[in-house]
């Protein structure tokens, strides 16, 4: 079994978005669902976190580092997009993962790369810290289910750490990079989360669902396009899929109303 991994230092919220962490935890506080949250702001490094460092199953939000991973091997030259596993093409595997969470795509291509021990091995090695991979799919879903299992859990900031990485062409080249965000911003499931109360709003993300669990992250683009990573966990209770819509509305006002403009073109990495 794979030993736990440390979790990385955390900021806590900052001074700028005091009251947005007075707000998302009032909102927290009165909902029945445990929920984490971790927001980042990719130009500034402003951040917001309730319950940060506690561990959430990812379910197939896992799928944002299953893809890193076989990305960054085709950014080395050890694989392609255009490569053919079990009669399909990388590319396509990739597209019904991300867009539509297609759960046997997933561990076709995470079987190509080793398995949950590779993957999770890699992301140690990058230093992302505080998320660990176990299984595949297919194990996760058949075993019992428990929502406080540490295995294949991530804290918000272990998630948003990993956003932030990708983003910043730390895990995979910026073609990469564009690539990923391009097929998350297509995803196809969890419309009543993160995208609910925002309509109009660019958002590029992941979603991942188990019996009482309900979890959404991604970017959030913000008026002058620059982006917010964001992970929102949630489990237990009742109306997940609301909490994690107006938590993301509260992240978008609070950030775009709290933070200094302009920012410093040299930080942004697109």
């Known amino acids: 079994m794979l030993a736990f991994s440390a979790q990385p230092a955390v900021a806590a919220s900052s001074p700028s978005l ?30 917001v976190s309730i319950k940060g460092n506690t561990p959430f199953p990812m379910a197939s939000t896992v799928k944002v580092a299953v893809a890193a991973l076989y990305l960054a091997q085709v950014d080395h030259g050890r694989r392609s997009l255009d490569d053919t596993i ?15 969470s297609d759960n046997r795509a997933t561990d076709i291509l995470l079987k190509d790369l080793g398995g949950p021990s590779a993957l999770h091995d890699w992301l140690q090695q990058s230093g992302v810290n505080g ?7 297919a194990q996760l879903l058949s075993a019992k289910r428990d929502l406080w299992d540490r295995r294949d859990s991530s804290t918000p900031t272990a998630m948003v750490d990993l956003l932030r990485r990708i983003y910043r062409a730390e895990l ?26 925002l309509p109009g709003v660019p958002i590029e993300h992941k979603t991942g669902t188990l019996d009482g669990l309900t979890d959404d992250v991604g970017f959030i683009s913000m008026p002058d396009g620059h982006r917010v990573a964001v992970a929102i966990f949630t489990r237990g209770g009742s109306d997940r899929p609301r909490a994690i819509a107006q938590a993301a509305r509260a992240i978008y006002d609070g950030f775009k109303t709290a933070l200094t403009w302009p920012f410093s073109p040299a930080l942004t990495a697109r």
């Open 131 to 137: 998320l660990r991979v176990d299984r595949t799919i």
């Open 18 to 47: 005091s009251a947005l962490e007075q707000q998302l935890s009032a909102m927290v506080s009165g909902k029945s669902a445990d929920i984490g949250i971790a927001a980042l702001d990719l130009n500034t490094g402003e951040t």
């Open 172 to 197: 995979i080249r910026p073609k990469s990079r564009d690539y990923l965000l391009d097929l998350m911003a297509q995803c196809e499931t969890g419309k009543n989360r993160m995208k609910a109360l």
């Open 86 to 100: 079990n009669g399909v093409s990388a590319r396509s595997l990739m597209k019904r993962m991300l867009i539509h």
